[in-house]
């Protein structure tokens, strides 16, 4: 690996602005060709962005020689496909989450990365934000006593457009894929898998999920996740153990600040931990480090972490009966 990471970005949407906005702090990464189905767009990025080339297509980017890593930032529905690709031209990948649609989607791409031997990373970038992190250390190190209980929420007003990839069920959309994997990552990082999963699902006209509500049962514990597209939640997470609670502040997933609470020792206690920039400089961050150490997954947030977390989201979606049409 260069000194320098040199990157590639396809699908230049929302995120992928951010993206680059976060990866324009970092001294030691180069924005190297971002492809986009219009190159109208991708030229525009690349104005916006500083890259050095622009192209009308994704495939560009994975067989240009310059380029290290490749950033897909596309629908879901896309994920895997596009991983795949550019894992067999050689190179690395970080793919936004979810990191595909389902658990045989995602396994195909990190069997296609361990065949590659390259590296392949989901961008669930709340793994790395600084105040997440330290709660979950808090919470391993046992801070709060045996968890019992984790609650999440990510829900919000999302309009359904006519075409928009939210609420096509062509796209791999709703609510679940889209913001639900968040609440259920929480869970996930701080009980692990689950023995039961209970979800109950309002669905919208297109086919997807509008609104989920989902329990999550251990032997000793229990998880409530509610996403939405249809109202606006605390967006807060709460993490109850039997020493102690700690409540993350709002927007929990991107989080500034969280507060030890129910505990003489600390009760009300606010901690702040600032994120840099948007808060995705910290899973680039990430990927630099391992690719800097010859690493073909991050060991913060692993291949079996995101087969682990699709399985999850496929039990929801088995209870509420929710097929994506290129899985009938
Ligand atoms: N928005 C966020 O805050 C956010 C945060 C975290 C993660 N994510 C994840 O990032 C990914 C992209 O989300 P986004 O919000 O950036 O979406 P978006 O604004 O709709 O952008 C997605 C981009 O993908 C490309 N694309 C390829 N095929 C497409 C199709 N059939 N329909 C629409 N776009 C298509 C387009 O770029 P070109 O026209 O340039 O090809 C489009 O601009 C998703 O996996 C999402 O879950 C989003």
Redesign the pocket.
């Known amino acids: 690996m260069e000194t320098v990471v040199r990157w590639g970005v396809v699908?230049?949407?929302?995120?992928?602005h951010k993206f680059a906005q976060d990866l324009a702090l970092f001294e030691d990464a180069e924005l190297v060709a971002v492809g986009?189905?219009?190159l109208k767009?991708a030229h525009h990025f690349a104005s916006q962005h500083g890259a050095r080339e622009a192209f009308d297509s994704y495939e560009a980017v994975w067989t240009h020689p310059d380029v290290d890593i490749v950033y897909v930032?596309?629908?879901?529905h896309?994920?895997a496909e596009l991983s795949k690709a550019a894992l067999a031209h050689g190179k690395h990948v970080l793919c936004?989450?979810p990191a595909a649609i389902n658990t045989k989607e995602s396994a195909s791409i990190i069997g296609a990365a361990q065949a590659a031997d390259r590296f392949f990373m989901e961008a669930l970038?709340s793994r790395f934000n600084p105040v997440l992190s330290e709660v979950i250390d808090r919470v391993r190190n046992g801070d709060i006593g045996t968890v019992r209980h984790v609650q999440a929420d990510f829900s919000f007003v999302m309009p359904a457009v006519e075409g928009s990839?939210t609420h096509d069920p062509l796209?791999g959309g709703g609510s679940l894929l889209?913001v639900g994997i968040y609440p259920l990552f929480l869970a996930y990082v701080v009980l692990g898998m689950p023995e039961t999963v209970q979800a109950s699902m309002i669905r919208h006209a297109s086919g997807v999920d509008d609104q989920m509500a989902v329990v999550l049962g251990y032997e000793r514990a229990l998880a409530t996740a509610y996403c939405g597209f249809a109202s606006p939640s605390g967006m807060e997470a709460t993490i109850g153990g039997e020493d102690g609670r700690i409540l993350i502040h709002p927007v929990w997933h991107e989080a500034d600040a969280y507060s030890l609470m129910g505990n003489g020792k600390w009760d009300g206690q606010r901690i702040t931990r600032s994120k840099t920039g948007h808060g995705l400089y910290h899973e680039i961050a990430a990927c630099h480090e391992a690719l800097r150490e010859g690493l073909r997954e991050s060991p913060t947030w692993t291949h079996s972490d995101s087969l682990n977390l699709m399985a999850i989201m496929d039990r929801v979606r088995d209870a509420v009966g929710l097929i994506y049409p290129s899985e009938t």
């Open positions: 699908g230049l949407g929302r995120i992928a986009s189905r219009s767009n930032a596309t629908p879901h896309q994920h936004e989450k970038w990839r796209q889209d």
